[in-house]
C-alpha cells in the first residue's frame, strides 16, 4: 500500500497535515516544542494577540468541568509587535506553518496588526471576533453579522497576500448566518469553534470558580457542539474549515474531517497529553491506511447524514 | 526541560487523616529535570478527568541505585480521592519536574515556614540544608500534623504550632517565624510554603526583621508548563507571572499580596 498523503490546503496554504494546535493553549510554541519536535505538526495557531500588550484577567483563571475546562485567560499577551521581534522568528525556522491570532478593540486595530503581520510573513492570519474573556469588542463582533463583516473586510483590506481566517463563536443562535456574512465580507477560511460561555460554583463559598464569574468552556465535552457547527457551516457555506472543539483523539479528527473540516485544531486535550497532537497524526494515518483512504483530504465533508 | 514519564508506584503510606505519601519510581526524570527543592509534579488523575493535578516533590534520590521520587498530598476532591486509590505496581502519569524550586545555596542557612499540607515541599529544603536548617511548622491540630519524625531527623531546631494548642505552641506559622527572628535573625533566607494567609504572615514576619523571604504559591492549572496562561499570579509591579513556569516559588517582595 502506497503512503497515505496527509498533506492538505486551508486558503492556499499547505499543511502537511491537518493536525494544528489552537490558539492559546499552544503558547508561541516553545513550551511543548520541550516535549516534541514542532515540525510534526500540520502548522500552529499561536496565543490571541492585541494591538498592544495585555495583563489578561485576574486569577483564578481556570476551573475544571466534566470532561472539559473553563478557562478566562483573557488575551494575556506581548502584543503584535514583540510577538514579531521576539517569537515569530524562531518559529518561521521551522517547516511548519504558522497562524497568527488576533483580536481587536475596533475594526482599525484588525487592520493595523494585519498589516504588522502580513509584512512580518506569517502563513495565515486567524481573525477571533469571538473571544468571551474581553468586554470590549470580542464576543460582539462575533455575534453581529454586520459588525463580523466589517471586521472581516478590514483585515482582509491590510492582510496583502496573507489569507484571513474568521474564528467563529458558538455563542450565536444561528453560526450559519454570521459564517455567512464573513464569506460575503471575503474570508479565505473559517474556523471554528471558539469557547462557548459557561461557570461554575464553589457551594461552600458560593462564590464562582473563575474571578471573572464566568468563562470559555473547551475539551472533550464540547465536541459534538463543535461537530455540528462545523456541519452545518460546511454544508452552507464554500469556504475550507479549520474545525476544533474538544478534539482528542484521532478518531475525533476523523468525525471533524467528515463532518466538514479541511484541517483539525486541537487545544485542551494537550493539557492532559502533550504528546496528544503527534498521536493523532499518526492515529490519523493509520486509520486511513487500514479504510484503504489514499488521502486524508478525501474525507473532508464525507459523512452521509441521513435524509429525513 | 520536563518529561512525561509513567511512574510505577513503590510505595504508598497513609501519613494523617486523609494524607498519604507515594514513593515514585523516577528514571531519567531525575537526572534530567531536577532544579532543586520546592519542583513539582502534573499527575494525571483518572481518562475522566481532562486537567492533571499539580503536587509538589517532597523527597527525592537514589535507593538501591534507582532514582525515586515522593510526594505527600491530601485528598481534596475528587482528583486527589483517585490518586488515594492507587495502590503499589499501579503506574502514575507524571509531567516532571516542573517549575524552579526554592533558591538555595550550599552552606545556606536556612528558616523553613510550613503550613499543613504545605509543609511537606519544604521536606527536600531541609535535605538540603544538611542538618543545619530551623523549621517552624503549623497544623490545624495534633491529629494532622505530618512529617514530624522526619524533619526531627533533618533539622537542628523544629517548633510546632497550632491553631488549638493541642500539639506545640498555640498560633500561627508566622508568630513562630518571628518567635525566631526575634532571638537570631541570622538567616540566609526563609522559605515558606502554606495556605496563602499563612504566607502573607510570614512575608510581613520577614519584612520586618529584614530577612529575605521564598514562598511557594498555588494556582489552578490547566497545562502546567507555561503554555496556556492560566495560573496566573499578580506581582507587585503590576506585571503577571505564572505559578507553572516562574514559580512556584517567588521572591516574597515580588508578589503583590493584597492582590
Ligand atoms: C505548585 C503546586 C503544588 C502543590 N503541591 C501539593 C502537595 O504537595 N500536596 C497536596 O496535597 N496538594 C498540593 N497542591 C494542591 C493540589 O494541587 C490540589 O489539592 C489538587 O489539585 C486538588 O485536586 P482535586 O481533584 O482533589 O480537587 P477538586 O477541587 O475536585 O479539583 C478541581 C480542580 O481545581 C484544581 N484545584 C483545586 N484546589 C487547588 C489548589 N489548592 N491548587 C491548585 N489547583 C487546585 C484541581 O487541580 C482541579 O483542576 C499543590 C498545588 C500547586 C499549584
Ligand atoms: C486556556 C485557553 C486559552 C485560549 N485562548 C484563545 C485565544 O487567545 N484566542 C482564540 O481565538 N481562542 C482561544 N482559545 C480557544 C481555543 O483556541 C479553541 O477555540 C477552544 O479551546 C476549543 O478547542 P479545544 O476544545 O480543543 O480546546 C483558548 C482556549 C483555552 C482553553
Ligand atoms: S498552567 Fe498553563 S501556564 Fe501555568
Redesign the interface.
Known sequence: MPEVDLSVTLAGVRLKNPIVPVS????FG???G??FDLEALGGLCV?GLTLHPR??N????????P???L?S?GL?NPGVDAFIARELPRLQALDTAVIANISGNTPAEYGQMCEKLSQAGVDMIEVNVSCPNVKAGGLAYGTRPELCAEVTREAKAHAGRTPVMVKLSPNVTDIVTIAKSAADAGADALSLINTLRGMRIDPETRRP?LRMNTGGLS??AVLPVALRMVWEVHSAVDLPILGMGGVATARDAVEMLLAGATAVGMG????????APVKAVEGLENWCESHGIAAVRELTGGVKPWEN | ????RDCTLVAKRQVGPNTWQFTLEAGEMLARTRKGPGQFLHI?CGH?????RPISVCACGEAEGAAFLSIVFEVRGEGTAWLAHREVGDTL?V?GLLGNGFAVTPGGRYLLAGGGIGVPPLYGCAQFAQGKATAVLGFREAGRAILLEPFAKACEDVFLYTDDGSLGKQGYVADGVRAVLDKDKNFTAILACGPKPMLRGVAEAAGEYGVPCQVSLE????????????????MAD???KHVC?DGPVFDAQEVDWN?
Open positions: 492559546g493553549t499552544f503558547g516553545e513550551e511543548y520541550q516535549f496565543k495583563n489578561g485576574p486569577p483564578p483563571r481556570i476551573a475544571e468541568t470532561m472539559g475546562m478557562n485567560v494575556q470558580i475539551g472533550p485542551s486535550a494537550i493539557f492532559a497529553d502533550p504528546m | 526541560m520536563p518529561i512525561q494525571a475522566s478527568r481532562l486537567l492533571r502519569d509531567l494556582e489552578r492549572m490547566a497545562c502546567g508548563v507555561g503554555a496556556c496562561l492560566g495560573c496566573a499570579v499578580p503590576g506585571s503577571m513556569k492582590a
